[in-house]
């Protein structure tokens, strides 16, 4: 069993910053990749910015110079430093984790969400 646990949502004004948070504990041997998702009413979950184990990292197009993805191997920890918010960025932000478990099996974990408004 994965548990994936977020924090640091909330709410801001336009060009102000937050910092996302993901913890992930349980039966997990290695991390393989990690990253961030969101999600807005009626649409599909999009991707956000990922890192993998041995890769650099990838932003979607709008995020790119404003969101900073890093890790902390020995905490399990993936964060998203967002700064300059836009209004455009309000959204639920799911963690995601691509991990092999004990038995050597790779599979995908997701976050509960957290929220992110951004607005005046």
Known sequence: ????????????????????????SGSIVNIINMGWYRRVPGKQRAFVASLGTKSGAYYEDSVKGRFTISRDNAKNT???QMNRLKSG???????WVL??????VASDYWGQGTQVTVSS
């Open 1 to 24: 069993q994965v548990q994936l646990v977020e924090s640091g949502g909330g709410l801001v004004q336009p060009g102000g910053s937050l910092r996302l948070s993901c913890e992930a």
């Open 78 to 80: 993936v964060y998203l």
């Open 89 to 95: 960025d309000t959204a639920v932000y799911y963690c």
């Open 99 to 104: 991990a092999g478990d004990e038995y050597g």
